[in-house]
């Protein structure tokens, strides 16, 4: 049987053939056209071509088209040009057309036709072979086959961006030469093209020859203005599209979203939303999603919920969006509602979540998200990777963060210079600098942010002059600095004492990069004066300052105050700061703090006092301590965790090993109300001492303490944490709200300058 429910072709009468027409034919097809009984001795050739043309219409397969051809060219028909075009067109256009097929059907041609030859191009085109396209198209050039209307549509219909962008131009002055520019599906086709590779200008002198252009163009070309980022082009031309009354459909609503989101534009975004809304425009999961994702990105959950919650289906992309709207906005319980909703999830929507809690600064929950992730045998990427290393970053959280890196390195996960920025941060918050020297070594890729992000790190790590050094490093390789590198800059001298380089830098700044120094830079100058001792030139400085000081700028001069206990200039600054922040509990502690150690009780507890009227509460410290992979949290004066009992006695007892050294309480910056006995026992349950005291007890000798502390290190403490890295012979290595301290061997890489 050729074709079912058809009568096969016999035929036994030897017909002339060269043996080149049977070379692409299986020879199982062949033995059964060549065993066929006997019907007809002088067979009607008219009838025979009806016959087999008749069964070319029903044809449905490419078994079924070789046994046809078999039987044509059993019957010497085969170099017609009706079974030619017929075989070669099932071949190009038939879903189970085989190209490989077509190809040797067409090199038995002697002179192919642009008919032909456009088949050929439309069946490239077909299975996404643009490529063997354009062969083609060339072959016709040069067997002086002229192309015409049909050659280009066909020939750019799959065309990739780069194709369009290394031939369209070139097509195009061909489409003119052979006089077929004026064809609209010519004009269309170019359009598209030149719109898929942003060459908008083109693409527009193209579109304005034409008119009545259907919605599909309209669409390329806003799609392709926003694909070049002209999106203020791509409003305009939906104007223009809505007064010439070509009604949009949903692929032109979600590149309308699009540019509304990037325009930043809700009030186009809404009006786009009311082509859904009104019933214009039957809404699908796609444009549902747009939706979604351009509401969510206004933080307009309500409005991106109500069209969530009335979908009629959903996928992945519907869930992600809202989850990341939520997380966005800072809604983070309700984003986690949603996602643990999710029907399926992918390491976008994980990442989405994740990220969610890194907005809000639940950094824990990011890495017990991540690792429910691992569970769940999703495979993060390398913006995930990104995400847990931040965290790990703000949490201390190094051997976590190692665990990352092995991570990347052994599951070829994209280590880009967005990866190795984050592994560099990292390594330095906490507190390991030399694993983050290597890792900048290491780097193919080093962008501003990465140089940027080594000066800040060597600068809060206590090595200033290095710092400077990267600095010069980083001028000298072009790479302009921006507002934070200065941040870290002044930083360096700042910890170092290094006044005279800090001025000199804070004026290059304006002279050599035209950077206009902020507020932030303010506070890093009367940062850098006030520590020196440089009071008066630091208040003299805000004074002068061009633009009114902030929080942050008074607030460096409280703090320089504390440590050179210059009460009236704190009291100045207070007001100062209580005036821009009246609920800046941070700032009435650190006053008191002044008093105290100043012994001015009278004034402490009128401070208190008005503490007490305002409801001002003194923020609790709390201190950070990663073990074996899992972050543990102390509060001051903590009794919950797990080994509490086994953790105060620990205290109890280096504390008294501490005392036979010389330690003695230094209770000068308590300003409790109580007698000096009390003060003591509150020193001795501050958050950082209760973590050591874990460390001690929960780690082997030798290894190093790491410990992240929410508020300033007080001065007890400080003192406390050199007697145990040389007592204990151990590293502690703090980050305080200003700095990292890097006890070794009984000294501080501070120098007491903090």
Known sequence: MVCQGANPLFLRTPLSFTPASFSFIPKKMLFEASTIPLLYSLPDLHWLEESSLSLLERCYSMYQLKQIHAQTIKMGLSSNLVFQHKFIAFCCTNESGDMNYARHLFDTISKPTAFLSNTMIRGYSRIDCP????????EMLRKNIKPDRYTFPFLLKSFTRGLALQYGKELFNHAVKYGVDSNSFVRKAFVHVFSLCGLMDLACKIFNLGDAWEVATW??????????KRFEKSMKLFDEMEKKGVSPNSVTLVSMLSACSKLKDLDGGKRIYNYVKEGTIEPNLILENALIDMFAAFGEMDVAQGIFDNMKSSDVISWTSIVTGFANTGQIDLARNYFDQMPGKDYISWTAMIDGYLRVNRFREALSLFREMQ?????????????????????????????????IDKNSIKNDTFVGNALLDMYFKCGNVDKARKIFTEMH?????????????LANNGHGEEALDVFSKMIETSISPDEITYVGVLCACTHTGMVEKGK??????????????SLTHYGCMVDLLGRAGHLKEAYTFIENMPAKPNSIVWGALLGACRVHKNVELAELATKQIIELEPENGAVYTLLCNIYAACKRWENLSEVRKMMMDRGIKKKPGCSLIEMNGT??????GDQSHPLSKEIYAKLENMIQDLKFAGYSPDTSEVFLDTGEEDKETALLRHSEKLAI????????????????KNLRMCVDCHHMAKLVSKGCSRELIIRDKTRFHHFR???CSCNEYW
């Open 131 to 138: 490529a063997d396209g354009i062969s083609m198209y060339l």
């Open 219 to 228: 669409n390329a070309m806003i799609s392709g203005y926003n694909r070049v």
């Open 375 to 407: 569970v769940s045998n999703v495979k993060p990427d390398e913006f995930t990777m990104v995400s847990i290393l931040t965290a790990c970053a703000h949490l201390g959280a190094l051997e976590l963060g190692e665990w990352v890196k092995t991570y």
């Open 445 to 457: 890729q080093k962008d501003k942010f990465t140089w940027t992000t080594m000066i800040v790190g």
């Open 504 to 517: 000199k830098f804070f004026v290059s700044m304006t002279t050599q990069h035209g950077i206009k120094p």
């Open 631 to 636: 972050v543990h949290e102390f509060v001051a």
């Open 693 to 708: 005291a874990f460390a001690l007890i929960s780690s082997a000798p030798g290894v190093a303490i790491r410990i992240v």
């Open 745 to 747: 061997h009984g000294s």
